[in-house]
């Protein structure tokens, strides 16, 4: 993959999309090989990475450390002997007619459809378990966090929703 591609395809997406998004990203990290978005409003320990080897996700970063994925958008691309492209992860696979279609169909959207469906001041961030060992995060209705006793059992808990972001 040029090593502009995804940069470039990215950075176009968000110019002609921001506007989509409840809590437009902006951007926390750009290396040659990933770029890591945040989400203005929203927990800084929820981040969107993707990077030119395909692997993107919500990442959940706690204390230095990704504690939990909560969904990927893994691309694995391959071009077809007609010049299309295709993800190698899906069967069947759809057909694009170029690398950016393939991206921002399978990546890109998807990204934005999740976080407009699940970035949403009634619900709240958990995290459960232990460095070092098993950890999961969950995003759940802030009332459900009751549920259980303080926290849910969660080891760490905030609103997902830091500051109203732009509706």
């Not at 950075?11 to 890591?36: K, Q, S």
């Not at 990077?51 to 990704?66: D, F, K, N, P």
């Not at 295709?86 to 393939?102: K, N, V």
């Not at 209705?141 to 509706?167: F, I, R």
Request: with cysteine.
């Amino acid at each position: 993959m040029p090593r502009n591609f995804l940069h470039k395809t990215l950075e176009g997406w968000l110019a002609c999309n921001r506007t989509r998004f409840r809590f437009p990203p902006y951007r926390m990290l750009r290396r040659r090989d990933e770029i890591v978005l945040g989400f203005a409003g929203i927990t800084p320990k929820l981040q969107f990475c993707i990077g030119t080897r395909g692997a993107a996700g919500i990442m959940v970063l706690h204390e230095g450390i990704v504690w939990d994925i909560l969904v990927d958008f893994d691309v694995i691309e391959q071009r077809t002997a007609d010049g299309r492209y295709r993800c190698r992860l899906c069967e069947p696979a759809d057909l694009f007619p170029s690398r950016e279609a393939l991206w921002t169909s399978h990546c890109l959207e998807p990204m934005l459809a999740w976080t407009n469906e699940h970035f949403d001041a009634s619900r709240s961030l958990l995290l459960f378990g232990q460095e070092g060992h098993t950890t999961y995060a969950q995003i759940r209705q802030t009332p459900d966090v009751a549920v259980g006793g303080p926290k849910a059992g969660a080891v760490y808990y905030c609103p997902l929703v830091q500051q109203a972001g732009t509706t």
